[in-house]
C-alpha cells in the first residue's frame, strides 16, 4: 500500500517493536486516532482535542492548534506528528518538522476523503484492520444517508432541498463563513443545500449583512464550533435579517476522521428537518 499524504510525502508503516510517539495538532484527528485504538501512543494534543473526553484527558496539552508550545513538544520527543494545512501554521509546523522525524499532513476537503484518511493513518501505525472497520462504518452511513436521500430520483423533496441556499456562518465580530470548496460545504452537498458564494478567493471569507446577500439565501446556519454561536445567537439574527436561523453542531459538520460517521447521520436528521 502506497501511504501518501496530502502534500504528496511518502511514509512508511512502523516497524515491530519500533517507537511511536504521537503528536496531533487537530482535534478530529485526535479522535480518529484514539479509535484506530492508538491512545496510548498519543504523548501530545491541542487543548481542542476534547474527544473522547475520558480518554484525551491523560494525555498532555501542548497549546492551541495554532499557538503550540514548541519546546514542550521537544521535550516530549515525538517520532510522529500529526497536522492539517488549514488548521495548523506552516512556520510552526516547520520548526517542529526540524526535530520530528514523520510529519503527517492531513487536508480532507469532501467527506469521500475520510476512507483514504483511515486507511492512510492506519497503515503508517499498524492498525490496518480497526481502520478497515471505520471504512465499513463511513461507507455503511453514507449508503443510508443515499437511501434516505435517493441520488437516482427525481423526486419532490430532492427538487425542494436542491433549490435550498444556505449560508454556514462560523464566526461573528467579523462575520464570517465557508467557501464552497471547504469540507463543510461538501457535506451540505451531499443533501442538496447549496452554499453562499461570496465574491471573495478566500477558504473561510469575511461578509456583511446586506440586501444582496439575503436575497440569495434561504436560510442561515450558525455553527457551534469555532465560534460558540447559541440559541440566543439563532433569535436575534432572525430578528435582524427576518430570514430563518439554525443552530447547527458544528462537530457534526467540520469534523473529518470518525466523527464523520456519526456526521452523516445528522446530515439526514437536518434533511428531514430535525436537528
Not at 105 to 124: A, C, E, K, M, W
Not at 223 to 244: C, M, N, W
Request: aromatic share 6%; with cysteine.
Amino acid at each position: 500500500m502506497h501511504l501518501t499524504d496530502a502534500i504528496g510525502r511518502a511514509h512508511v508503516r512502523i516497524g515491530v517493536g519500533e517507537p511511536c510517539r504521537i503528536v496531533c495538532l487537530v482535534p478530529s484527528i485526535t479522535e480518529l486516532l484514539c479509535d484506530l485504538g492508538l491512545s496510548s501512543h498519543i504523548v501530545g494534543r491541542t487543548g481542542f482535542c476534547i474527544h473522547p473526553q475520558q480518554v484525551v484527558a491523560s494525555i498532555p496539552k501542548i497549546g492551541g492548534t495554532k499557538d503550540v508550545n514548541i519546546e514542550k513538544i521537544r521535550q516530549l520527543a515525538p517520532t510522529h506528528l500529526v497536522v492539517n494545512r488549514d488548521e495548523n501554521e506552516k512556520p510552526t509546523v516547520d520548526t517542529l518538522s526540524s526535530f520530528i522525524p514523520n510529519v503527517i499532513v492531513t487536508h480532507p476537503l469532501s467527506p469521500l476523503d475520510n476512507p483514504p484518511l483511515f486507511r492512510l493513518l492506519g497503515g503508517v501505525f499498524g492498525c490496518e484492520h480497526e481502520a478497515e472497520m471505520l471504512c465499513t462504518q463511513f461507507d455503511a452511513a453514507l449508503q443510508r444517508l443515499q437511501q434516505q436521500l435517493p441520488l437516482n430520483q427525481v423526486s419532490q423533496q430532492r427538487r425542494k432541498m436542491q433549490q435550498h441556499r444556505v449560508l454556514y456562518c462560523i464566526w461573528q465580530d467579523p462575520w464570517m463563513t465557508v467557501s464552497r470548496d471547504t469540507y463543510i460545504a461538501r457535506m451540505l452537498d451531499l443533501i442538496g443545500w447549496q452554499h453562499w458564494v461570496s465574491d471573495s478567493l478566500a477558504r473561510y471569507p469575511v461578509f456583511q449583512w446586506n440586501e444582496a446577500l439575503l436575497a440569495n439565501i434561504d436560510e442561515v446556519l450558525l455553527s457551534s464550533e469555532p465560534y460558540r454561536f447559541t440559541d440566543e445567537h439563532v433569535d436575534a439574527l432572525e430578528r435582524q435579517i427576518g430570514k430563518p436561523v439554525r443552530l447547527i453542531d458544528g462537530e457534526m459538520l467540520s469534523w473529518y476522521g470518525s466523527r464523520a460517521i456519526q456526521g452523516l447521520a445528522y446530515l439526514g436528521q437536518l434533511a428531514e428537518g430535525k436537528d
